[in-house]
């Protein structure tokens, strides 16, 4: 008994002294998305207060391709040593497993969520050549005329994608997905004639909007967003269901040591919580969630309820 006992305290305590020495080189910080996206500017905003905090450097990777899938595998399949970690979006974390015929890794056994950073609902923008200046004048005009029209996304499995899915699926419409790497890309062919609809987060399209080359229809909230408070809620035009926020999370490898995670999860929450955070993410139409690590676990289950029942009923596939 007395041994048992030893090791499990010379256990406790390398773990300790392990997770006050980390990390104990550069830090990867992998965002399975372009740069200039949302999650890399959440990721370098991250990675730059980590760094301060922990006394090494932490250095964003670039990692798109595959609906986040590219870089999300990147980082399931890295030692678990603290040293490289994931910003990612709903698609490789909770969703992609439902969507894509085949997956490289396991999200749910290769990945340990350490923290929801920040979430944001939509707007569904159109642009004039949609023929709707009202979400109703929307749907009509994709029923009247299916497949006629497209929509943007910023990849298959996003919450951009998953939207309109949907809004397809609920309203007995039909539109046609075309799938961008990012948000920019997006946009500049929406005001090049393109595309006609999508739904991204608000600060992607507001100015565009502001400028009336874009025009928003609804947000995908149960109630008006303070950014665009003329914009009706999808709850008030009859629509609750389509209620859904893009959000963005950090992640490491399974297996990372538990101090390890926790130090990570400890340093994170504080970091998302500065002020100056919260300032510039809200600029963004990102709110500050920073949650725990069970708190983005449970947060990763429930969404993942969710959208593979929409994925079921909608047939949804990544392009």
Not at 303 to 310: G, L, Y
């Amino acid at each position: 008994m007395r041994k048992v006992l030893l090791v499990l305290v010379l256990t406790a305590v390398a773990g300790w002294a392990q997770s006050q020495t980390y990390p104990s080189k550069p830090v990867r910080v992998i965002v399975p998305y372009p740069g200039g996206s949302t999650p890399d500017i959440v990721g370098r905003t991250l990675a730059g207060k980590l760094q301060t905090a922990l006394g090494q450097a932490f250095v964003v990777e670039n990692r798109p391709g595959a609906g986040g899938n590219i870089g999300a595998d990147a980082v399931a399949k890295s030692a678990p040593d603290g040293h490289t970690l994931l910003v990612a979006v709903n698609g490789p974390v909770a969703v992609n497993k439902y969507l894509y015929p085949s997956m490289p890794f396991d999200p749910d056994r290769d990945l340990a969520p350490i923290s929801l950073l920040a979430a944001a609902p939509q707007l569904l923008v159109v642009t004039p050549a949609a023929g709707a200046t009202t979400f109703a004048e929307f749907i009509a005009r994709l029923r009247r005329d299916p497949g006629r029209l497209s929509y943007a996304s910023v990849g298959g499995g996003s919450a951009a994608h998953l939207t309109m899915e949907l809004l397809k699926s609920d309203a007995k419409v039909f539109i046609v997905h075309i799938p961008y790497r990012g948000f920019p890309p997006a946009v500049a062919d929406m005001l090049g004639g393109s595309i006609e609809a999508m739904f991204a987060i608000i600060p992607a399209v507001l100015p565009q909007v502001r400028a009336g080359r874009l025009r928003a229809l609804a947000v995908t909230a149960q109630k008006r967003s303070p950014l665009a408070p003329e914009v009706p809620s999808v709850a008030e035009l009859g629509y609750p269901q389509l209620e859904s926020l893009a959000w963005i999370g950090l992640l490491a490898p399974a297996g990372t040591p538990g101090e390890m995670q926790r130090r990570l999860e400890t340093e994170t929450i504080r970091a998302m919580r500065a002020p100056e955070v919260q300032d510039s993410l809200g600029k963004q139409g990102f709110d500050v969630v920073a949650g725990t690590r069970t708190e983005f676990s449970a947060w990763i289950r429930s969404e993942s309820a969710k959208w593979s029942r929409v994925i079921r009923i909608s047939g949804a596939t990544p392009d």
